[in-house]
């Protein structure tokens, strides 16, 4: 079943401009992350945000996490052509024996134009 | 840097065959994963690994099975390969790192696998 879904599906914008992907999960959960896949690829991890947490950066990344609407947004300020993949969000549920282990969502394609 | 190595980039396989995807990493981690990948569907968890010989089912187990003889492979089977198992195959693994589980996946380049 598919925890995490992604909105919008395609977002195409162009250089310099933001772009800001949403995510929704429907259980409770210990921690959501957002990964990126260019085309062809395996998947890289961005970013860690922890139920606890609310907001957190890393470089031009920006991620906020709302456990009361759970959902959670992913904003790349200032992107760049080198940015065009696809993202995805992936959640740990809380409590029980998870190892670890992720579901995805979807994912949203990005496009940036040079 | 954590290296997740998958044998094959891409395979073509008949359907009947027994395949093998064959998954390595090299830094010591508990956990190991297999997901499939397919448009409009996301990354769906078939299987995972957090010791050596020891395997719990994820959410698409049907018509998998896998193996874990050393901590550091992960072995995917198919066992007896029809076309709706055309996928991109991706392996990931991750150390364990408590209860609170924040850890991030490392995952190889993935297998395109075509059953004809």
């Known amino acids: 079943s598919q925890q995490g879904e992604e909105d919008p599906q395609a977002l195409s914008i162009q250089e310099g401009e933001n772009a800001t992907m949403n995510c929704s999960y429907k259980?409770?959960?210990?921690?959501l992350q957002w990964y990126r896949q260019n085309s062809g690829r395996g998947l890289v991890h961005l970013i860690l945000?922890?139920?606890?947490?609310r907001e957190k950066h890393s470089g031009r990344l920006r991620v906020t996490l709302d456990t009361s609407k759970k959902s959670s947004s992913l904003l790349i300020t200032a992107s760049r052509a080198a940015d065009t993949a696809s993202y995805f969000c992936?959640?740990?549920?809380?409590?029980?024996?998870?190892?670890?282990?992720?579901?995805f969502g979807q994912g949203t394609i990005l496009t940036v134009h040079p | 840097d954590v290296k997740v190595t998958q044998s094959s980039r891409y395979l073509v396989k008949r359907t009947g065959e027994k395949v093998f995807l064959e998954c390595v990493q090299d830094m010591d981690h508990e956990n190991m994963f297999w997901y499939r990948q397919d448009p409009g569907l996301g990354l769906r968890l078939i299987y995972f690994s957090y010791d050596v010989k020891m395997k719990e089912k994820g959410d698409i187990p049907e018509g998998y099975s896998v193996s874990r003889e050393k901590k550091e492979r992960f072995s995917l089977i198919l066992e007896s390969a029809s076309t709706n198992q055309t996928s991109m195959y991706l392996c990931a693994s991750s150390p364990y790192r408590g209860l609170s589980y924040n850890s991030p996946l490392h995952f190889g380049n993935g297998t395109r696998l075509t059953v004809t």
């Open positions: 945000i922890r139920s606890n947490e």
């Open positions: 259980t409770s959960i210990n921690n």
């Open positions: 992936a959640t740990t549920n809380a409590g029980g024996t998870s190892y670890g282990k992720l579901t």
